[in-house]
């Protein structure tokens, strides 16, 4: 059983860091998710017999790192799931994008659609996607900008294609930016949420390990 990073666990939720190129949840390629470790890790520590109940209430990439939330049972599944419906969960990235941002903050709103091979595209007929950003630097020398993405909505590789659409690409986005096999910069290093049985407010931030391109800065 592979170590979880485990951020918080109570009777009703768990948070853990999903690490990078690991599926939300299995898929028909049979690959590990972050949602089999997380019930491998239940089913062990509690002893359980028989299948252990995950919900699943949002979703990472698979290239993509950071803090997710499950929850351990149906009333705070259905509970969170109402929230993350409502835009009342609050979700932050951190991203390195190619070039510097035109404006120091701002707002992003477009229309995403799929196309015949999965790929999110701007389109008319799409679906309404709304992000944030702040910038929090920018490094001359390779030509980037550390941004901070507060996401509103949680469309289909939405962070990844509203920036690639206006010239300023994810570093290491191998579908929407260049080819350099090297890591997708983008991490969810922030979430903030009302416990769905407490309602205490919950919140989670962690930085991503200084490798790849998150050497450029100083986080």
């Not at 485990?6 to 939720?13: G, M, P, R, T």
């Not at 993509?64 to 351990?72: D, E, H, P, Q």
């Not at 294609?161 to 922030?190: E, K, M, P, T």
Request: aromatic letters at 10%; charged letters at 25%; one cysteine or more.
């Amino acid at each position: 059983m592979s170590k979880l990073n485990i951020l918080y666990e109570d009777n009703h939720i768990i948070v853990v860091v999903k690490p990078y190129n690991i599926l939300s949840q299995g898929d028909n390629t049979g690959d590990s998710s972050i949602m089999d470790m997380v019930k491998d890790y239940i089913k062990v520590k509690y002893n359980k017999p028989g299948n252990v109940y995950l919900g699943l209430v949002h979703r990472l990439d698979r290239p993509v790192s950071g803090i997710m939330v499950f929850a351990k049972t149906s009333k705070a599944a259905s509970r969170l799931c109402k929230a993350f419906n409502e835009h009342s969960i609050t979700k932050k990235y951190l991203a390195i994008v190619h070039g510097k941002m035109e404006n120091a903050s701002g707002e992003m709103i477009d229309y995403l659609d799929k196309d015949y091979n999965g790929n999110a595209i701007v389109s008319k007929n799409g679906k309404k996607a709304i992000l944030e950003y702040e910038v929090l630097e920018y490094n001359e020398k390779n030509n980037c900008s550390l941004v901070s993405v507060d996401l509103k909505t949680g469309r289909h590789h939405q962070i990844r294609v509203q920036f690639a659409s206006r010239g300023h690409y994810l570093l290491g986005d191998q579908r929407y930016g260049l080819q350099d096999n090297c890591q997708i910069s983008l991490f969810a290093y922030y979430l903030s949420f009302t416990h769905p049985v407490s309602k205490e407010l919950m919140e989670f931030r962690v930085l991503p390990d200084r490798e790849n391109y998150w050497t450029i800065f100083t986080l």
